[in-house]
C-alpha cells in the first residue's frame, strides 16, 4: 500500500450522522475492511466536511529558497497559495494538480515525491474556499441534496450540471497556469494539469477549454459534468490530446460509470487516453501512480530539451 493510500486511510467519526450516512450506503462488516474504512473516510468528508489528508504538514511561504534563479517552495500565485516539489530551477515539464473537496491543500503534495523525475515541476495549488468540516474546496457542495440523495440510493449524476462556483475557479486556475508557464519559462504545451475528485472535473474543465493546447490532463477519479460543454470543446480541438484517467470500479463517491462515460466521449473525437481503472474506491493506488508515471515520461515535454 503507497503512502498516499495509506494515508487516507482514516477512523471514521462515530457520530450519528456519519452512521446513518453508512446505513444508507449499506456498508457492513462484510465490505472488505480496508475498503470500508477508505469508504467511511470519504463519506464523512464528503457529508460532514471532514477532510482527509495524504498527509504532509504545509511549506511555509517563509520557507521560499534564497536561491534567487530557483523557484520557491511554497507562495502565493495568481492568487492561489501554492506549494511546490521537484526541479524548481530549470523545470521542463509542470505539473499542476488539484485537490479534491474537503482535503486540505497539502493532500497531494506526497505525489510530487512518489512521481519525482529529472526535470519536472510539480505545483499543488490550494483550493480557495473552505469546506465545512474546515478543509479546502473549489466550490461548495449542496450537502443536504447529497445526503438525501444517497439515502435514497441515488447516483451522483452531474453530467447536465455546470457545478456553481466552477468558472470562478476555472478562471483561476487558467490564470495560474500562465503564470506558471511565464514564472518557470516554460510552453504551455509543457504544462500538464491534472486533479482529484473535485480537482480532476476542474482540471478538465480547464484543459478542454485552453486557448493553446496545454500538454496533457490526468483524470484521478473524476467524473462528467457539464456534458454538452464539454462534448463540444473535445470535438474542437485537436485530436490526439492525451489524457490520463483513472477510477475505482466500486468507488461510493462519483460512480464508475460516468468516468467510463466521459471515457467514451474523449476516445470519440479521438483523443489519446490512457485508461486504468482498478479494483477499489475513490482512492489513488500504486497502480494508478505506476500509470501516471508512464503517462508523465511518454509525453514530449519529459524531453524536451529546455530553452
Request: hydrophobic residues 45%.
Given at each position: ?47 460532514l ?15 521560499a ?10 507562495g ?12 524548481r ?5 509542470v505539473v ?8 486540505a ?9 512518489a ?23 473549489w ?9 438525501i ?5 441515488l ?39 491534472g ?11 480547464v ?17 462528467l459534468v ?18 490520463f ?16 462515460a ?11 487516453v ?5 479494483n477499489?474506491g ?26
Amino acid at each position: 500500500m503507497d503512502a498516499c493510500h495509506a494515508a487516507r486511510i482514516h477512523a471514521a467519526s462515530d457520530s450519528p450522522q456519519a452512521r446513518a450516512i453508512f446505513a444508507a450506503l449499506k456498508l457492513t462488516a462484510a465490505t472488505e475492511s480496508w475498503e470500508r474504512r477508505l469508504a467511511q473516510t470519504l463519506l464523512v468528508a464528503t457529508a460532514l466536511g471532514v477532510a482527509p489528508a495524504c498527509g504532509r504538514r504545509a511549506t511555509s511561504a517563509s520557507s521560499a529558497s534564497s536561491d534567487e534563479g530557483e523557484i520557491e517552495s511554497a507562495g502565493t500565485w495568481a492568487g492561489l497559495r501554492v506549494r511546490t516539489v521537484g526541479e524548481r530551477r530549470h523545470p521542463k515539464q509542470v505539473v499542476i494538480l488539484l485537490h479534491g473537496w474537503g482535503a486540505a491543500g497539502t493532500d497531494l503534495v506526497p505525489l510530487g515525491d512518489a512521481l519525482r523525475a529529472p526535470g519536472r515541476l510539480f505545483v499543488f495549488p490550494e483550493g480557495p474556499l473552505v469546506s465545512p468540516g474546515g478543509g479546502r474546496a473549489w466550490w461548495h457542495i449542496d450537502l443536504q441534496r447529497l445526503q438525501i440523495d444517497r439515502a435514497r440510493g441515488l447516483e451522483r449524476d452531474l453530467r447536465q450540471e455546470s457545478p456553481a462556483g466552477l468558472p470562478e475557479s476555472h478562471a483561476q486556475i487558467t490564470a495560474l497556469i500562465q503564470h506558471i508557464a511565464a514564472r518557470a519559462r516554460v510552453p504551455l504545451s509543457s504544462i500538464v494539469v491534472g486533479g482529484f475528485s473535485q480537482g480532476a472535473m476542474l482540471a478538465t474543465d480547464v484543459a478542454l477549454a485552453a486557448s493553446e493546447p496545454l500538454g496533457g490532463l490526468a483524470v484521478l477519479s473524476g467524473s462528467l459534468v457539464n456534458e454538452n460543454a464539454w462534448t463540444s470543446r473535445m470535438a474542437a480541438m485537436k485530436p490526439g490530446f492525451p489524457v490520463f484517467m483513472s477510477h475505482g470500479r466500486g468507488d461510493p463517491v462519483l460512480p464508475f460509470r460516468l468516468a467510463e462515460a466521459l471515457r467514451d466521449h474523449l476516445q470519440a473525437v479521438p483523443h489519446n487516453v490512457k485508461w486504468i481503472p482498478f479494483n477499489g474506491g475513490h482512492e489513488i493506488p500504486q497502480v494508478v501512480l505506476s500509470g501516471l508515471t508512464e503517462f508523465l515520461a511518454a509525453l514530449p515535454s519529459a524531453s524536451a530539451p529546455k530553452n
